[in-house]
């Protein structure tokens, strides 16, 4: 007996104690401090929380290959990039001119317009990273089950929500099953700006087409169900809040507390 596959899933986060705790929790514990690193500008503060998050995501998560890229080279690339472009932007008359860089003419890069500018990618990577411990460890079915059940959130608005999200990974299926229709019959063949356009012209009427037909099978689907009829449903998948949930958000909070209370340049 063989299992179906079914095309259009989200694959769901690999196994870790993070993927155990109630989505919420996951969005509770760093919400504070991705909010309070928007007023940082010291190197310390984001760096210490970068650190952390790359700590609960390492032992709390299991990465693919494509994850790890994504913390271990886009992450840093990315924010050193942003850094050093931003230290090229900064207002002299802001920064301490103590240590000149580098003199193009009458410009000067100076050591704290660095340093600016690398604080301000570092809190950018920060944020994102601490976004990684929901995001790599939740599903987008189970975040919405959980503001539902925990919430209240309207399940009107939640599973709507919900069904557009499940649109995303039909449209890339369906769009791999055009491209390779269209590979078959030999459509479409060249090279070159006129010829890619018209191979994504090629795609788009077949994928509108097939958006109508899933809208339509969705619609009736939802009435069949007598979607919106009540305003409470039964919930077939049950996402409590535990202890557990409570003892990671409160010692989140504790640490993110400590860690802004010692490194916060309050004096700035």
């Known amino acids: 007996m063989t299992t179906a596959i079914d095309p259009y899933a989200v694959a769901a986060p690999a196994g870790g104690w993070l993927t155990r705790l109630s989505p919420l929790a996951k969005l509770a514990g760093p919400l504070p401090a991705?909010?309070?690193l928007i007023f940082t500008r010291d190197l310390a503060t984001?760096?210490?929380?970068?650190?952390?998050?790359?700590v609960l995501v390492l032992t709390g998560a299991r990465l693919t290959g494509r994850v790890a890229?994504?913390?271990?080279?886009?992450?840093p690339v990315g924010a050193a990039v942003i850094g050093l472009a931003l230290?090229?932007?900064?207002?002299?008359?802001?920064v301490d001119q103590a240590v000149p860089v580098l003199s193009v003419g009458d410009w000067t890069l100076y050591l704290g317009a660095i340093e600016v500018g690398l604080a301000t990618g570092l809190r950018l990577a920060a944020i994102l990273a601490l976004g990684f411990v929901a995001g790599l460890t939740t599903t987008g079915s189970d975040l919405v089950r959980a503001l539902v059940q925990q919430l209240r959130v309207p399940y009107r608005i939640g599973y709507t929500a919900l069904a557009a999200f499940r649109?995303?990974?039909?449209?890339?299926?369906?769009l791999e099953v055009i491209r390779q229709a269209h590979r078959v019959r030999g459509a479409h063949v060249g090279r070159g700006p006129l010829a890619a356009i018209a191979r994504w012209w090629g795609y788009i009427v077949p994928l509108l087409a097939g958006a109508i037909r899933h809208a339509e099978r969705v619609a009736l689907a939802m009435d069949a169900r007598a979607f919106g009829a009540h305003p409470d449903r039964t919930e077939r998948?049950?996402?409590?809040?535990?202890?557990?949930?409570?003892?990671f958000t409160a010692v989140f909070w504790i640490a993110s507390a400590t860690a802004l209370i010692?490194?916060?340049p309050w004096t700035l």
Do not use: N
């Open 167 to 174: 649109f995303v990974p039909r449209f890339g299926y369906e």
């Open 46 to 54: 984001p760096a210490v929380f970068l650190g952390s998050a790359y």
């Open 87 to 94: 230290s090229l932007w900064a207002d002299p008359g802001r």
């Open 69 to 75: 890229l994504l913390l271990f080279v886009a992450v």
């Open 237 to 247: 998948h049950l996402l409590p809040w535990r202890r557990r949930d409570t003892v």
């Open 34 to 36: 991705m909010l309070l």
């Open 262 to 264: 010692a490194l916060f």
